[in-house]
């Protein structure tokens, strides 16, 4: 297999899996595939084949984990994005297959990511994610390194997509990811991030899902609580840089800290 096409291959160490860039049509449409298949897409909700064409003749990558049989397994796009002056990259997509899982997949893709965005000389990456998914929250806290200074209220809106509830505003929370950040690579060198001197805390449901499956009306208190929290700290010029599960009383507590010049262009 040529040099090209491993580029990634040595930071995958799960067997028969090779971490590459998607290039060929097939390749886009086996993204189409996963994505309905993982998040359970309705064609509308879907991203074309078009589009990861596009995208990568501007510079965003689409980044595959592929099994021996070339069967893409996971997934994660990147798009190119302006911040100020600055050039970033937007994550997009990561998803796995499910029996793929607690693989390390998702971790390698983004490393992956990583590693092009700082060949390419962008300095920070951001993404979304639900603030309420403790598992979520420990994967891109405390394992990636990112720290969240911003907040989203309702920020994909309601009803504009199969793939949130109906009843909930899709409040997200958007991650920065600082590559070359001491933070990052303490992180990832198996340094869990610390907050020394915590200047607030925002308390969260370890397991929302089923708190979702029970009471649509809980899952909404957790998240007006949740928002007004974190816009409290945030609007104190606070970062969320640290996360925690307890397993004996079922929360994580996102833990803030004071913002610093490695997390800035």
């Known amino acids: 297999m040529c040099l090209k096409r491993c580029l990634y291959c040595p930071v995958m160490p799960e067997p028969g899996i090779v971490i590459r860039e998607c290039e060929t049509h097939d390749d886009y449409r086996q993204c189409i595939a996963l994505e309905r298949e993982v998040w359970g897409d309705e064609d509308i909700d879907i991203m074309p084949v078009r589009m990861y064409m596009i995208s990568r003749n501007c510079g965003g990558p689409t980044i595959g984990a592929f099994d021996e049989h070339e069967r893409l397994v996971g997934v994660g796009h990147l798009a190119p994005a302006l911040i100020g002056k600055h050039i970033a990259f937007h994550s997009h997509l990561l998803s796995v297959k499910e029996e793929f899982r607690d693989r390390e997949i998702g971790y390698r893709i983004k490393l992956a990511q990583r590693e092009r965005a700082t060949a390419a000389g962008v300095k920070m990456m951001f993404w979304t994610f639900d603030p309420l998914q403790s598992r979520n929250a420990h994967f891109n806290i405390n394992k990636l390194g990112v720290v969240i200074r911003r907040y989203g209220v309702n920020y994909y809106g309601q009803n504009v997509s199969t793939v949130f509830d109906p009843d909930i505003p899709s409040d997200r929370v958007i ?57 409290d700290a945030l609007g104190r010029g606070l970062i969320a840089r640290g996360f925690e599960r307890n397993r004996e009383t079922a929360q994580g507590s996102y833990l803030f800290g004071s913002d610093e010049d490695q997390f800035r262009f």
């Open 175 to 231: 991650v920065e990811w600082w590559l070359a950040s001491a933070h990052v690579e303490n992180t990832l060198a198996g340094i869990r991030p610390g907050v020394d001197d915590v200047r607030a805390m925002v308390i969260i449901p370890d397991d929302i899902g089923a708190i979702r499956a029970r009471s649509t009306e809980e899952h909404l208190r957790w998240r007006l609580k949740n928002r007004e929290e974190f816009q």
